[in-house]
């Protein structure tokens, strides 16, 4: 092995045979599983939100309630519709061949009405029993998210809309307990008298619900109240015209079928944008883009702590007398490069394995892996992670080469990183408009190029300049190369960091 | 032993009016020496004399900005590397390494098969007393362990010439005795040693022949009897006799008397006073103190023994530095 392979493998095992590259192996997929477990056991255990409502305009309290059943059959059906995907056998029934309303499907007011009015999720669970494969775990519905308590008296006495805020407020408060709920009520609704009729004047204003709460955060009763009153009232004005609710709920049901295409491809199948495309085309060069970000930092680093502890702990010196400074240089990067390209291929080699021998029965994965291979995203990724690696690892090793601290190193990196995410505010605008003047100018400015190319690549940007910003980016890291290399061999063995008006000198002098 | 003129295949090293400009300044100004094969080279010089760079050169660390230098017979050192082990002054271990795995990448850096290296690197550490610390990580080592394991991955990889700067420094007595045992033991097996050092004792006690710089000038080069031959003879000696009653003896050149003290002004009867006298070139101690003798001069105290390295380097490279 040469010396340059010997350097480069001594830096690439010192970083992925340590026990924090192998902790990070570890943990993202645990941290992946731990954050979906996590947000399902939070779901779960979120709170019951009690609530009161104080209706002196009559009627609105049955239509609130109504709302809300409604709200949260809907939300049955949605989990409804996820559980039977996975536990319906095949070889009993397809899914959509389940017996109406029970089998998976669009959430219409229809549908509900039928479930509700075929007995609910009790009577779903007790019809679908038989096609379900052996050993399917029991379906488990959401449970209602609100309840209504009711109002105390108090409030329910007032004269007006003021008079009984006032007299709910020790309440929401929780200087008084209500029964039921728990250490304070969480919200309180009133309905006015008059609420919902049309004004007597032109100048008065139609009369307004309130929503007391002393919780801003969590807006979701808000709106499924505002909800429920907004639909008394749509029924009622639908009334006046001569419509039934059922007319409203049939006008809401009614869908407008509406297929993407994208011209180009060889037949009006293969044309269409599916989920597939999207994956291809949007969310796997955002992740690509960011993953790339991530890894040249996350692999920079290492190159300059390592190259601060050679300095500071003089073992440059012995390694000058044994090597030159170019194979010092050309080790390094090529071990942290690998480093760097490790981390990814090994999370894409377990995707691919799961998804070949079967290990996982996520679609997810499977459409991943096969639009990872369909496309050319990852050639991409490998050949524009090199050309961001070499920008800037060169500039970390110059970085190192200049500083005897971290401490040191800081007063380079700071303006370094205010640089380097300076385009990220215009990177929703690139990834909106992957073909739009933002992600032009990115995409010519070298340093910025990988990121721009990998976010846009996917959406057919012009090819000429993509080869022209490519082209000027090579241009660009063979010089950083140069300069920075410059400055490593003429540094690296003076002990005092240098003034920075030395630096000038340094990437001008010949070693 | 003859004198070497550096010329012919036994020269390890030579430099031949090297200079090295830093800017405006010469760190290193018209060096010329010869090392012989197979011998003990004391490269001496003090603070900033220019040794440190010197060496850098040697390796072909830094180039010289003009002169020549030839290492083991070839006008560059690039390709002779595998031959050459260097400890350098400032010198350390990469903390998360195990001794032994340091001491196999170093000599692998510097050309040895990785079996022969990992072999090697044990060895050595067991033949060291630190056979079990192989595995240890570096960080963990004490400051003299990790000297030890330093001075071992230079010479892993079996190098004919060995260029140790300050390799006594860190060492306790008992591993700087051991440490002079190895390099004996490296001459013997035909290694040539070029070492620097503040430690004049060492010096003295291991080198064949010695370069002395000082302002990145040669001041001496050759053997401690050739840099005695080239001082005036010094003589301590205490009488009760007058200064001027000393240099009134035709073999001296100078009378001083030890640390400023007052010369006596009269004779017989008065307190000695230690004085060191210089004679003139080639005066035999022997008729000098036969003349004080026969002046009647009463002599309490007579050392004609040679000077000390340490006195010799002072003299050199003080004038120099003064």
Redesign the interface.
Known sequence: ?G?TL??AW?EYK?YVF?RGFLLFLVMTPVLFLGAVLVMSVVDKARPQRTFVVVDQAGGYTELIDAGLAKQHLREALQAWNAYLEGVVDPAKAAIEDLPAPFGAGVITNERLEAVAANGGVAAAREAIGPFLKDGAPPFSAPRPRFRRLEAPAAALASADAEAAAAALEPYLLGETALPGAGEALFAAVIVPEGFGDEPATEDEAPRQAAFWSKNVTDPTLQIAVSRALRSALRRRAAAEMGLVGADLDRLSDIDAPLTAFTPGEADAEAAEIDDADRLEKVILPGVMTYVLLVVVFAVGNPLLTNTI?ER????V????????ADQLMTGKLIGIAAVGLTMPAIFLVGGFLASAFGATESDALRETMAALVRSNLLFVYFFYFLAAYVMFAMIFLAIGALSNSLQDAQTFMGPLMMIVFAPMPFAVMVFQNPNGLAASILTWIPIYTPYAVMLRIASDPPIGEILGATALMLVFAALVARVMGRVFRNNI?NNAPPKVTQIWRLTKQQ? | MAPYDGSGMDAALELTDVVKEFGGFKAVNGLSFSVRKGEIFGFLGPNGAGKTTTL?MI?D???PTRGSISVLGAPST?PQ?AR?G???E????????RAAESIA??A???GAP?AEAKRRAHELLEEFGLGEFARARNEALSKGMAQKV?LL?TIAHDPELLILDEPFSGLDPINQGTLEDLIRTLKASGKTIIFSTHVMEHAERLCDRFLIIAKGRKRFEGTLEEARAGLPRRIALRTPAAAADIAAIASVAGVEPVGGAPANAASPGHTPTDYQVDLKEDADPDAFLSACLAAGLAIRRFDASSESLHDIFVKLAGEEAA
């Open positions: 092995m010396s010997l350097i001594r010192q340590s502890e500071s702990n003089k073992i010196e012995v390694l000058l007398s044994s090597v030159t063995l070693s | 850098r390796l660390i830094i180039g690039r590397r050459i260097y400890l350098p400032e010198r350390g271990l990469y903390r998360k390494m990448y170093f692998r850096l510097r990785a330093q991955a």
